[in-house]
């Protein structure tokens, strides 16, 4: 069974600063790659994912993907305080059922 | 708008009692799910639905079970409710496909007294 976790399991960066998630995946098979953000009492909502090795970047948001690693990050660059959220991770090996991280609690402070 | 509805938002119930979980979605998505979230141990898959009665185990489908007969509807039901079961409960749907994104519910917080 897939085993997904992540680091750090919380984390406080002042507002301007550049914050890095990490996740680590044990199924070598995993294809397809997530991060979600989840805002305190809400939904888990999709934020970015990747399918191939590399780099893929969407406005303050940077996605990496190693495979051969076992590892995918996500960096956010100007961290905002409404960026204050709960970032969960999430694998798929390619039979619909998706693999969650713990998380990270990232706070930005003003 | 895609939207996923789950209701209850929050529910308290007696040990034994049964319990039923509600979810709609109006994006004919074919794919929908139950998790459940824990402090400390993230979100945990009970149970996937690949279409209408088309139903399968998660990891952890010990003591409930699902009904699905349209195919914006997933039901989740918990017959006998145990404490162990007090968590925040969350429907997803997705197109089907392994690359697809999931679209999550609000949650419903069961509370098992």
């Known amino acids: 069974q897939q085993n997904v976790q992540q680091s750090p399991e919380s984390l406080i960066v002042p507002e301007g600063a550049r914050t890095s998630l990490n996740c680590t995946f044990s199924?070598?098979?995993?294809?397809y790659f997530w991060w979600y953000r989840q805002h305190s009492g809400k939904a888990p909502k999709a934020l970015m994912?990747?399918?191939?090795?590399g780099e893929k970047e969407e406005g303050r948001f940077t996605i990496h993907l190693n495979k051969a690693s076992l590892h995918f990050s996500l960096h956010i660059r100007d961290s905002q305080p409404s960026d204050s959220a709960l970032y969960l991770c999430?694998?798929?090996?390619?039979?619909?059922?998706?693999?969650f991280g713990k998380g990270t609690s990232l706070t930005v402070i003003p | 708008d895609m939207k996923v509805t789950q209701m209850p938002r929050y529910l308290i119930k007696r040990m034994g009692e049964n319990v039923l979980l509600e979810c709609g979605q109006d994006?004919?998505?074919?794919?929908m799910y139950w998790y459940r979230q824990d402090p400390g141990l993230g979100l945990q898959l009970i149970y996937i639905?690949?279409?209408?009665?088309?139903?399968s185990e998660g990891d952890i489908p010990k003591g409930y079970r699902v009904s699905r007969k349209k195919r914006e509807h997933f039901s989740l039901i918990l017959d006998s409710a145990k404490t162990n079961q007090t968590s925040v409960y969350f429907c997803?749907?997705?197109?089907?496909?392994?690359?697809?994104?999931?679209?999550f519910g609000s949650g419903t917080r069961l509370t098992v007294l």
């Open positions: 997803a749907s997705s197109l089907g496909g392994s690359a697809e994104t999931l679209y």
């Open positions: 199924d070598s098979a995993s294809q």
């Open positions: 994912s990747i399918f191939s090795n």
């Open positions: 999430a694998v798929n090996t390619g039979y619909q059922n998706f693999y």
């Open positions: 994006m004919s998505h074919e794919t």
């Open positions: 639905s690949y279409d209408v009665d088309s139903n």
